[in-house]
């Protein structure tokens, strides 16, 4: 199974995936290019910023990606 089509069924069971859920729950580094490649394939996804917080406390800010 590629990383596109282990992201794809990721987004069609959870509807949205974060880039720190990418890369620990499937293995996948460069999310944001996996993305990218599902775009250009026609899928819809859209991306926000959220912010949380890093694993010392401090504010940080990451991409959460919804497919539409």
Request: positive net charge; aromatic residues 10%.
């Amino acid at each position: 199974m590629t990383a596109k089509q282990r992201m794809l069924d990721y987004l069609k069971e959870y509807k949205y995936i974060t880039t720190r859920q990418a890369v620990l729950d499937l293995g996948n580094c460069s999310p944001r290019k996996t993305i990218s490649e599902l775009r250009r394939d026609g899928y819809k996804i859209i991306d926000t910023t959220v912010s949380g917080h890093n694993r010392f406390g401090d504010k940080c800010h990451y991409k959460r990606y919804t497919l539409i």
